[in-house]
């Protein structure tokens, strides 16, 4: 079994001038491709501390201390961070985790946009407010893959009339997107079947007009400048060479920007985002947080990754675009294959949409199990009250959870739920217990219910 | 389109600032009675018969003897007709105009080349200063704004006088040009050079390159001397205003979509910590308009500034009155223009 | 939580301010060159006699030999024109020029914050007209207006420091009003006013601690920034009569000297200086104090 994702025993720690905080303390994961993985928790357990440090943008007061995060096996994403932490006894050394840092920035422009990506948790402040929407989408395409950018255009100008014709015909007979690309392949004109697919699967259009938009996809003519600027980057090489000159790099640039606009276009209205060729020039101060959030997670899209961290995407909207978002997150698992780390605090919302729920507590994954299961048969304390304390329809009595989370800087010895635990024992108290597998997939670490 | 028309509704906030502006002075001027108007045309000296006519003809021509508030409405009709006034200064005595365009040209080079001084310089050392932040460069940078913001604009002056003026002798530091080196330039006269009154570009028009240098060579020291009083707040400003950007989600967001670092601070950083910048560059007018009056005093550069002191120390209400607008209306000016440029930068503002 | 809870809360909280300003060696040099300049200008005031000043409001003019010496064992400073010890001169004009700065804070300090605070308290039209009364005086920049004040009321220092004092209110109005704004917004005044409490008693025991310590840090800063401009202005030539001592007028009594005594300028301009650094310096120490992120 391949794991998208693994992570191990991983530690963080914040050093701030009140104290350490131990954010994180031994966390292990596996993700499997795609599934949905929801992390669950209290606010202050650590979860998003945890996609943070997936992403390695974690702030300069903060160091792993133990655990690697392997990206598809074979690629530890926190080496850098790891290397830079303090060993025992040694004080922190914040240039030191700055210069890491900025290490562990340089080389993670490879994965970051195009293999891993992350939804934040208020659209309010996550996009730029002095760029337009069109761009802040277009130029995480554009630092990535622009190739397939050029050869979009360079594809119009060689398609014919005909040959547009020709491919409505494949779809309407049923013809699955591989057929379309071998189609366009044989004919030449790689990079016409995305935006036909495109264009085909949109929701709020007819038939008609969907044909029409297609057949009106082709003759379309390319300034000389244009034309060299495409032809370089459609052939896989960068804009270099004479292209540098500050003024004529803008000009290439904006040659590629302005594809990326229309890529941009096609994204937002997979999205289900009205007038998305209005909404491209716009600001984000222009748009609702719903809006916003859905531009967010086009960006995280955009190329494709094979994984993508939700921080509670929805905590900050409202249950009616809440509702889409999630409906979004299904589609796209089905579509892409993409694996998804869904973080809330919400149960609820994590029951809507996860295949596979992990519980979180003071830093440490204390259940894991499928979907099910947790409602079903939870085992651990912590999970048992969680889901007692979830309002239904049926108006149960809610039952909270005594005492309040741990102060981070001294976590509580042994299992840290001890305090609050209901069934802890002296065991419980003193040891560490780890992950137990009780059942098919249904992973726990407590001792009493892990024996 | 959105920004058409705040630019229009700016400039027609404009002219209620104009009037309030030309009212204000007005009425300051006169706060001490209507003979100071009359003391700006009639010399002390003049007693007895001849006064009295001299007196009862001002009277008519500026219709003295009416209300004040019909006196600002003529008073005004002059000042839009260009007609601002008589001045008596041990500088320059004469029409008031003759006196701004003699002086005027002067102190607009010096604060333009400033100005542009200060955004080449001031830009990049506050965006690295930030970057590295604590860096051996960041702190020497620190130390260097700070002492510069902490020391008086004259200080400077004379440090760099002493400087490269006097030890190092490289550079001159007293008037705009060498005065035995334009006594022969047929579109120099009187002082005033033509066509557009800045003797540099004259010069360059003219194909005097030696002249031309030579005002080059004495623009430097003022400038730089403006431009370091100016520049020291700037580089704090941006560099805690990029460092904040620097900690904002939508930067994280930035990084999380895996462009390069550079595009980072450059594209999306930038742009944004230059808003306060932007916004106080308003101030930097004022300061750069302050500065003027300090700068040509010490290196007796025949600006606005230098007439205005003057003016001040011998209670010229002509000169005062009219350097107060003047002074008042560069700095609606320069407000608009940041008020625009803002407008073009942040397109939140816009509506 | 109990009486002696708070005590120790409040002490923890104390101990960490003062631990955070120590930890700043910059801050703490800074504090101890002010006090200097306090120590001095309270000397000069109240027992001149005691370090050898004997006319402390004035500078005592040696007509004979108006050429600026270099310092010298008699003249720690050397001399200016004309015929001024340089040394003492500063001593003096240190506390006109620190009575004068601290002047001007103090009344735009005082008259702004009231402005701000009470308008924002008030909000609705009345606030909107503060507001732009704040806009129009916001806009004049100090040199016309202590032109105007210079023409109208004369040139001395009184007046140089109203104008000044004019120009500054709007500074503080502004910002103690943004500050009460943001503070209002918090719940825990919406809990005092849903418990009934006075508008009066809103304000001051809940609103003002909070919105004024950051006005405390701007009054810092300002202080060196005044005192700069200030003897900037004196500089040009906005003062009284020749006599008086203060440091930006000390510097322009060497102008005509500066190639063969450039001490003459320089000195008193270093004076002016380190006092603006070390004030800035107490005033950055005092933000990492106040602002939260900071502390951490």
């Known amino acids: 079994m391949s794991y998208t994702l693994q992570v191990s025993d991983l530690n963080v720690q914040f050093y701030t001038r009140r104290g350490i905080y131990k954010a994180l303390n031994g966390v292990d994961l596996s993700l499997k491709q795609g599934e949905i993985f929801g992390v669950a928790g209290e606010s202050g357990c650590g979860k998003t501390t945890l996609g943070l440090t997936i992403m390695g943008l974690l702030p300069k007061n903060a160091a792993v201390t133990q655990g690697e995060v392997l990206l598809a096996g074979n690629r530890d994403l926190t080496a850098c961070l790891r290397n830079a932490a303090p060993s025992e006894g040694e004080k922190f050394n914040i240039k030191q985790s700055e210069e890491a840092i900025k290490k562990l920035n ?153 594809e990326g606009y229309i890529k941009a276009t096609e994204l937002l209205s997979m999205l289900e985002v009205p007038n998305p060729d209005k909404v491209v020039r716009m600001y984000p101060h222009e748009l609702s947080g719903g809006m916003r959030q859905r531009i967010v997670i086009a960006i995280a899209l955009a190329n494709n990754p094979e994984l993508v961290i939700l921080d509670e995407p929805t905590s900050a909207l409202d249950v009616t675009v809440q509702a889409q978002i999630l409906e979004l997150t299904r589609h796209l698992k089905h579509r892409f294959n993409t694996s998804f780390i869904f973080i809330s605090h919400d149960l609820s919302v994590l029951s809507e949409v996860c295949d596979r729920i992990g519980i979180m507590y003071a830093g440490r994954i204390v259940e894991i199990a499928p979907i099910d299961a947790v409602f079903s048969r939870p085992l651990h304390p912590y999970t048992r009250m969680l889901t007692k304390a979830i309002p239904t329809i049926d108006g149960n009595e809610i039952q909270g959870i005594g005492g309040t989370v741990p102060d981070m800087r001294n976590v509580p010895i042994g299992c840290s739920f001890n305090p609050r635990c209901p069934d802890a024992t002296e065991k419980c108290r003193s040891a560490k217990p780890s992950m137990v597998e009780v059942e098919e997939g249904h992973f726990v670490a407590c001792f009493p219910k892990g024996d | ?249 939508y930067i994280r967001l930035a990084r999380s979509k895996g462009i390069s670092e550079r595009s980072v601070i450059n594209l999306h950083a930038r742009k944004n910590a230059l808003l306060p910048v932007i916004t106080l560059f308003g101030y930097t007018v004022a300061g750069l308009l302050g500065g003027a009056v300090v700068v040509e005093t010490i290196f007796n550069y025949p600006g606005i500034g230098y007439w205005t002191t003057q003016a001040l120390l011998v209670s010229d209400i002509g000169g005062i009155m009219s350097a107060a607008l003047l002074f008042g209306l560069i700095l609606m000016f320069a407000n608009l223009i940041v008020d625009i440029v803002y407008a073009l930068v942040d397109p939140r503002i816009r509506y | 939580m109990s009486e002696a809870e708070l005590k120790t809360r409040k002490w923890e909280n104390t101990r960490l301010s003062l631990s955070v300003f120590f930890a700043n060696k910059a801050a703490v040099i800074g504090l101890i060159i002010v006090m200097a300049y306090v120590v001095d200008a309270l000397l000069v005031q109240f027992a001149p006699q005691a370090i050898g000043i004997h006319s402390p409001g004035t500078l005592v003019e040696n007509f004979y030999n108006t050429v600026p010496s270099p310092p010298s064992l008699a003249h720690p400073f050397g001399t200016t024109y004309p015929g001024v010890d340089l040394f003492t001169s500063m001593v003096k004009a240190v506390r006109i020029d620190l009575f004068y700065s601290v002047l001007v804070v103090a009344i735009g300090a005082a008259v702004g914050s009231i402005v701000g605070v009470v308008s924002a308290n008030v909000g609705g039209l009345m606030d909107e007209i503060v507001m732009r009364i704040t806009d129009v005086f916001f806009s004049i920049p100090y040199l016309i207006l202590a032109l105007a004040v210079g023409f109208i009321l004369g040139r001395s220092l009184l007046n140089m420091s109203i104008a000044l004092a004019i120009v500054w209110w709007p500074l503080y109005a502004r910002y103690t009003r943004s500050q009460t704004l943001s503070t209002k917004e918090f719940t825990f005044v919406e809990a005092a006013k849903a418990s009934g409490v006075s508008r009066l008693k809103i304000m001051y025991k809940h609103i003002l601690p909070n919105a004024l310590p950051p006005v405390f840090i701007q009054i810092s800063l300002d202080l060196g920034s005044i005192m700069v401009i200030f003897s900037t202005l004196a500089f040009i030539g906005f003062i009284e009569n020749a006599s008086i001592p203060e440091l930006g007028y000390l510097s322009s009594l060497g102008l005509n000297y500066i190639q063969t005594a450039p001490w003459t300028v320089i000195f008193p301009g270093v004076a002016i200086t380190l006092f603006a650094l070390a004030v800035n310096l107490v005033g950055d120490g005092l933000r990492d104090v106040m602002d939260p992120r900071r502390r951490s």
């Not at chain 1, 594809?155 to 013809?175: M, N, S, Y």
């Not at chain 1, 038939?207 to 896989?236: A, D, N, Q, W, Y």
């Not at chain 2, 003026?165 to 040009?177: E, N």
Request: glycine share 6%.
């Open chain 2, 1 to 249: 389109m959105r920004l058409w028309v705040y630019i229009i509704r700016r400039l027609l906030l404009l002219i209620p600032t104009l009037i309030g502006l030309t009212f204000i002075v007005f009425i300051l001027s006169h706060v001490s009675g209507t003979n100071v108007i009359l003391s700006e045309y009639i010399s002390p000296k003049l007693t007895g018969a001849a006064r009295q006519i001299l007196v009862q003809q001002l009277t008519n021509q500026f219709h003295l003897n009416q209300p004040i508030y019909i006196q600002y409405f003529y008073w005004l009709w002059q000042i839009l007709q260009g007609n601002w006034g008589v001045t008596n200064t041990p500088i320059f005595s004469g029409q008031v105009n003759t006196a701004i365009a003699l002086f005027l040209p002067n102190t607009l080079m010096i604060s333009i080349v400033a100005s542009i001084l200060i955004w080449v310089i001031g830009v990049p050392l506050g965006v690295y200063s930030a970057v590295n932040r604590d860096s051996p460069a960041d702190h020497s940078l620190r130390i260097g704004s700070f002492t510069l913001y902490a020391m008086p604009i004259y200080l400077i002056g004379i440090v760099l006088i002493l400087l490269v003026g006097v030890y190092l002798k490289i550079l001159p530091f007293s008037g705009v040009v060498n005065p035995v080196s334009v006594s022969s330039a047929s579109w120099y006269v009187n002082g005033i050079s033509y066509p557009t009154h800045i003797i540099l570009i004259d010069a360059i028009i003219h194909g005097a390159w030696g002249i031309a240098s030579d005002a080059f060579l004495h623009l430097i020291l003022p400038s730089v001397t403006l431009a370091l009083a100016i520049v020291a707040s700037m580089i704090r400003i941006l560099r805690s205003s990029m460092l904040e950007v620097l900690d904002q989600d």
């Open chain 1, 106 to 258: 340089r080389e993670s422009c490879d994965i970051r946009g195009t293999k891993i990506s992350m939804v934040f948790q208020d659209p309010m402040t996550s996009l730029n407010p002095v760029l337009q929407i069109g761009f802040q989408i277009a130029e995480t395409i554009i630092a990535h893959q622009p190739r397939p950018l050029a050869e979009r255009k360079i594809a119009r100008t060689k398609v014919t009339h005909d040959d547009l014709g020709q491919i409505i015909k494949l779809l309407k007979e049923g013809a699955d997107e591989q057929a379309i690309n071998k189609y366009a392949e044989s004919k030449n004109l790689h990079g016409i079947e995305d935006q036909v697919l495109s264009v085909w699967r949109r929701n709020d259009l007819g038939e008609t007009k969907k044909e029409k938009i297609i057949l009106s996809l082709h003759s379309e003519k390319l300034g000389s400048f244009e034309k060299l600027v495409l032809e370089r980057v459609g052939s896989g090489k960068n804009i270099g060479g004479w292209m540098r000159i500050p003024g004529i790099n803008r000009a290439a640039k904006n040659v590629l920007l302005k």
